[in-house]
């Protein structure tokens, strides 16, 4: 059976286009005033300008990985960034801590750890659902490469570019 969907019947005025035209153009002449007196800023002139001043606190940018203070991988290789990400971006290969390592409770890290920055489209899923904290999204909006391969990010770079983290790591607390 199929479902008719009547259209709503205008009055006049609204059958009429020029009024939404005018009221258009209100706008753009409100906007382009209030360019020309200075109090509205539309383009910035990259790269000169930049936005690290003006970052919203909201903005989600390039993903990485952290270390806790002492150094350690704060990844379990739990892979649960891998499964959520939509585009599939990242790629987790996980590997066994040696028996001799003082931290061998853990038992596992990445053995691999892959991000496509080309694929990744910044949802901020993967930081939403680490259970360690060990991957964030930082506010660098300049990511750039010369080739599709130096935009897949390894293990090594995402530690250099995350960094250190503070605070409790589940991985490591001594409770557990």
């Not at 479902?3 to 258009?24: D, Q, T």
């Not at 379990?76 to 990242?90: G, T």
Request: proline content about 7%; overall charge positive.
């Amino acid at each position: 059976m199929a479902i008719v969907v009547k259209r709503p019947k205008l009055s006049i005025f609204e059958k009429m286009y020029l009024p939404a035209i005018g009221k258009g153009l209100l706008i753009t002449l409100s906007h382009a005033i209030k360019i020309l007196r200075g109090k509205k800023k539309v383009t910035m002139q990259y790269p000169e300008e930049k936005w690290d001043a003006n970052m919203p606190e909201h903005y989600r940018g390039a993903p990485a990985l952290v270390k806790d203070e002492q150094g350690r991988e704060r990844c379990v290789s739990c892979q649960l960034c891998e499964f959520i990400c939509p585009p599939r971006a990242i790629k987790i290969v996980p590997g066994e801590i040696p028996s001799d390592d003082p931290w061998a409770k853990v038992e596992k890290r990445p053995k691999e750890f892959d991000i496509d920055m080309i694929r990744c489209i910044y949802c901020g899923m993967c930081e939403e659902v680490c259970p360690e904290q060990a991957i964030y999204l930082r506010k660098d909006y300049a990511i750039t490469g010369l080739s599709r391969e130096e935009m897949v990010h390894d293990k090594e770079r995402l530690y250099e570019i995350g960094g250190v983290r503070e605070g409790l790591v589940n991985k490591w607390n001594e409770l557990k």
